[in-house]
């Protein structure tokens, strides 16, 4: 079988094509049926139909606000030693309290003797601070379970005995320094 080209197959069906040049003012006439019909259509659009994607992303953005606001909702707020009862409140104020004195004491120590000693304990604290941040979560899966309260008072404990082991290292330090810098006299 054969393959026909373009120019061969137009060839053959030569006859059958209309090549009349159209009338006079033809494309004028069409243009403007071209207009109407446009503006006809443009017409019936903005009559035919109600906008609904602008109350569509009110809609929307509401749904995504309310889910949000739900999710937020139903998750526990992380609870601490103070919202156990009043007693572990003042527990913890005092606590608090404690460790924000002994840490002033700490700082009020350094000098470049101290300084590997405080950095040192500083880094023990924050590794205490952290386990209680954990610890803080514990409580409020376990619904205030007594060995977490426990394990609470045991971690502010640790750092007031880290404190003060430090401060009682420092002073020793200090005395070290005065007994050495101090003459030794010989009669």
């Not at 061969?8 to 209309?18: A, I, N, P, T, V």
């Not at 035919?48 to 809609?59: E, R, T, V």
């Not at 040192?120 to 409580?139: G, P, S, V, W």
């Amino acid at each position: 079988m054969q393959k026909d080209t373009l120019d061969d197959l137009f060839g053959d069906f030569k006859s059958e094509f209309d090549i009349n040049e159209p009338n006079e003012g033809h494309k004028d006439r069409f243009l403007e049926k071209l207009k109407t019909s446009n503006i006809a259509s443009n017409d019936s659009d903005k009559r035919s139909g109600f906008n609904w994607k602008p109350f569509l992303a009110i809609a929307a953005s509401l749904v995504i606000c309310f889910s949000v606001f739900t999710t937020l909702q139903n998750e526990p707020e992380i609870r601490d030693l103070a919202s156990v009862s009043p007693e572990m409140s003042e527990t913890q104020d005092f606590f608090t309290a404690t460790i924000q004195t002994e840490l002033k004491k700490l700082n009020a120590e350094r000098s470049p003797l101290t300084e590997q000693v405080i950095a040192d304990a500083l880094n023990r604290i924050e590794l205490l601070e952290k386990e209680y941040q954990n610890l803080k979560t514990d409580l409020t899966e376990s619904n205030n379970d007594q060995r977490v309260i426990y394990a609470m008072i045991s971690n502010f404990q640790n750092r007031i005995d880290i404190l003060n082991t430090v401060l009682e290292q420092i002073e020793t330090i200090k005395q070290l320094k005065n007994n050495s810098d101090e003459p030794t006299n010989t009669i």
